[in-house]
């Protein structure tokens, strides 16, 4: 364990924003990680558990806790029938586990290709991207639970998994993630789901392909849309999606959205087209903050931006959605003493 004072957390974010943590600590093993939970809560500490910084918008004035970065490392595989249960340990960066899934003929991961953050923040909002959801695949998650304060272990339908939410993101603070069981399948293809990836692959959408085209024609779709960190890049210095695409009530849909109807009666349309036919195009903002030129949902920081920039650019996309639509765009990050 490595413990360390006033590190900006601006320089472990992908965003690049946020002040000092009061503490911080580096863990290297799971147990080390709940000891330190512990420790904290039993001295009334703040706590911020902190994988890659992906997902995070942190404020100005920083963490007023201990901050504790997960740096655990680690797999184990096991055979069940045709399908292989892989338990990985929360720190792994995430899309070293997909490449290593696809390389090994795992299929389920494939389709989340090129997502930065770990492995333990991957359950937190349920990550998915074209036509996937890592819910699809996990059996169980491994976490320090902080209120009984003892290791628990919790199975999909104890996650309380939804659209990029779980019980982990619902109830922030409540677990400290340690590891992520997934059952993946032992099969060489895996089924397209979503157009643009079809497109690129030049095969119809429900088509199967080999595990490796479809983790390629995935990682080149999010490269033109500014979606691959790339730290020369300011359009890839963000936290990837800054809203979420909101569920509405069918008579709610502007008119010319798009519109991919749910099994519960309601509607999800798209984030990106509300904001630009909000009047916020590609590129919108100033020299410090603005959205990326590639893909309006992108909030990012453009070399000199504060939180109070990202969040008044944000601010701003919001109140203008709501007043031209009447729908209120909902925050995809998890924000760390400030709110939009």
Known sequence: MLTRSDVLLSGLTTLRVGGPARAFLEVGERAELYDAVAAADGAADPVLVLGAGSNLVVADAGFPGTTIAVRTAGEAATSVGDSVEVTVEAGEDWDGLVSRAVDRGWSGLEALSGIPGTVGAAPVQNVGAYGREVSETVVAVHAYDRRAGRPTVLDSVACGFGYRTSV????????AIGAVTFRLAVHPTAEVRYADIAARLGVPVGAQVPL?????????????????LDPADHDTWSVGSFFTNPFLAPDRVPAGAPAWPQSTGSVKTSA??????????????????????????????RGGATTADVLALARSVRDGVAARFGVELKPEPTLVGCRL
């Open 168 to 175: 982990f993101k619902a109830a922030p603070g409540h677990y």
């Open 212 to 228: 490796v085209e479809l983790r390629s024609a995935v990682l080149g779709v999010r490269a033109t849309k500014g979606m691959l």
């Open 272 to 301: 990106a087209w509300l904001i630009e036919h909000a009047g916020f195009g590609r590129g919108h903002g100033n020299d410090r903050v603005r959205l990326s030129t590639k893909h309006p949902l992108a909030v990012t920081n």
